[in-house]
Structure formats: C-alpha cells, structure tokens
C-alpha cells in the first residue's frame, strides 16, 4: 500500500518572523486554548474552536511561506500555488465571515459593541492578506499549460469579486510583482511585513470569546450564528475546503470540530474528494487523513 506523506517541510529562513518572540507568544497563547476535547458547554466552545481554527489558518500561511522555494525547485509550482490559494482564501473567507455576520450578530444579541473591535483591526492587514490572494491567482494565470492539456487547472476557491480587485491599490505592495512570474524573494518578504500583526489579532480575538463574553449572546445568538455558519460553509466546493481541513490537523480532531455522517468522511472523502487536488495536500501536514485507512 502508498504510503501518502507531506513533501520534507524546509527550514526557516535566517530572519523569519515566524521565529520572534511575538509570532512564539501568540502561538503559545493559542494552543494553551485550543488544548483537549471540545467543550461541552456551548459557552465555552466558541474560545476552543476558534483557537484551534486560527491555528490552522496560520499554520497555513507558514506552511507556503516554508514551501515557496522547495516548489520552484522541484517543479511543482502548480500544485504549490493551488495550496496557497487555498491558504490565503481561508483566511479571507474566515474574516469575511466574522465582519459580515458573526460579530454583527454577536453584538445585537448582547448589546455589547466589543466585537467590532476585531473587525476594526482586520483593516490593520486585510489589503495586504488579499493583495497575497490576487498575486496568487496572477502567477496561477501565467503557469505553462502543461503537456497533452488543453487548459490549466481552474482555480477551485470561488474568485474575488470585481469590488474586492478595485478596493486593493496593488501598486501600495512593492514586493509583489503582478506582471511577472512567481517570485520567491518577493512573496516571503510580503508575508514578512503583516504577518506578525496579523497573528497578533488573531491571538487577541480570542479574549473577546469567553464563555462570560458568549453568555452575554445567549443561546439563541449562538444558534443563529451556527445556523448562518452551517450553510455558508457548505456552500463551497468539499474538494478543497474540507480536504484542506482534513490534511491540515490531526484526524481526531478533525473529527470532533467536522462531524460528518460515515459513509461521507469514509468512502466521499478519500475516493471522491481528495484524488481532484492530491497533489495540493502534501504541503499539508496531515495528507494521511485524505486515505481510506487515515480516515478512520
């Protein structure tokens, strides 16, 4: 039987700011929280769930960061950069998320304005995260068809709206080329200059989540924001968005925060779901997950 493995993970560079003090604080902070099984009480899930959530996000972003040479070096440009994509629309996605009905609707159930808070520092480092994404997709677009293929691989996360492209000044970002191929240098040094204050929020976002915070919601609140959440999770395409979530923690607690039926997490999800974008998992830490015997 294959044994399914990520590709070696490469060191960090000299200077790396994923190796300060603050980057290691924030961490810290996070696992501390995100330690055990999930909470019984609803109270108390939202500080876990979201702890370990931002773990996931950041350690995806570190992971392209990592990985960006050993791609060029290997080849495996396509594949490296559908994971990234994947990396920084997570990210995107779960800020959207956030602004446009979680603390909105965390703030009307208990009349408490704290929340808005976090969206106010989301715009700290949100053009610079999405000016990531759309460099992404400009260097996905000049990739060479490749041999016996008609077109390339269509990007599989759903693309920025014509509002996000006009709100971001592209020209603001010097280390970001959109008229040449990928750059290496280029994109480590942009993640260099936000993604300290970006972990940093993510860190601090956290203390707005306790369960005295979330019992001010009530659990009503709670249920309106898990309905919204429910569905607007499930409308993206499961080859990507649940395949990241599977390879990128362990199975179980994939299993705990994505409770599926059987029959979806046993036979969907390593025969049907995981084979489209294979080769995008093994700069996961976890691609293991993606196999019949993995996901068991």
């Known amino acids: 039987m294959t044994v399914i493995k990520s590709h070696p993970l490469p060191q960090h560079p000299e200077g790396s700011p994923f190796l300060t003090q603050e980057y290691e604080d924030v961490m810290e902070k996070l696992k501390e929280k995100a330690e055990g099984d999930q909470p019984v009480k609803w109270q108390e899930q939202w500080q876990w769930e979201m702890s370990n959530v931002h773990l996931f996000l950041i350690q995806m972003i570190e992971r392209a960061y990592l990985y960006a040479p050993y791609a060029i070096e290997t080849h495996d440009l396509s594949n490296f950069l559908g994971y990234a994509e994947i990396s920084f629309f997570q990210v995107y996605s779960h800020h959207s998320g956030e602004e446009e009905y979680i603390f909105p609707t965390f703030v009307k159930y208990s009349k408490n304005d704290i929340w808005s808070r976090n969206v106010s520092e989301h715009h700290t480092f949100d053009q610079a995260l999405d000016a990531t994404w759309l ?4 260097c996905q677009e000049k990739l060479p068809v490749a041999d016996g293929d008609s077109k390339r691989v269509k990007s599989p996360v759903p ?4 509002e996000l492209i006009k709100s971001i000044d592209l020209k603001s970002f010097p280390n970001l080329d959109f008229d040449e191929p990928f750059d290496v240098v280029g994109f480590r040094k942009h993640i260099e200059s936000f993604i300290v204050p970006l972990v940093e929020h993510l860190g601090s976002e956290i203390d707005t989540l306790t369960p005295e915070l979330m019992d001010g919601v009530g659990p009503e609140g709670d249920k309106d924001v898990r309905k919204w959440l429910d569905s607007h999770l499930k409308a993206y395409d499961p080859a990507w968005f649940l395949c990241s979530a599977f390879a990128s923690v362990p199975i179980s607690l994939c299993k705990q925060m994505i409770q599926l039926p059987f029959l979806v997490r046993r036979i969907l999800v390593p025969f049907l779901l ?23």
């Open 159 to 162: 693309p920025p709206s014509s």
């Open 274 to 296: 995981a084979p489209k974008y294979r080769g995008y998992w093994l700069y996961a830490p976890y691609p293991e997950n993606l196999t019949f015997k993995g996901t068991a």
């Open 135 to 138: 460099y992404i997709r400009s």
